[in-house]
């Protein structure tokens, strides 16, 4: 499905490509060039800096907290 989201660092508005559910994902700014942290929710999505992202909705993170990766 597709989200549109607001860049957390340059505010820039554009869509991203998610493949379902509420696993966060990392998306790239093409504005600004900046990696962050898209995480869906129950009323649309939500986005977080990577400085700011809670380790539960880091991607590299949770993987690494998790173990072996389930989703592949
Ligand atoms: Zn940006």
Redesign the pocket.
């Known amino acids: 499905m597709t989200f549109t989201i607001m ?6 508005e554009h869509a991203v490509q998610h493949p379902g559910g509420y696993l966060p994902i990392y998306a790239d ?6 990696r ?1 942290v898209v995480e869906p929710e129950r009323h649309g999505v939500t986005t977080y800096t990577l400085e700011d992202a809670p380790c539960c909705s880091d991607p590299e993170c949770r993987e690494i907290e998790m173990g072996a990766s389930d989703n592949d």
């Open positions: 860049c957390p660092y340059c505010r820039f700014c093409p504005n600004c060039g900046n962050f």
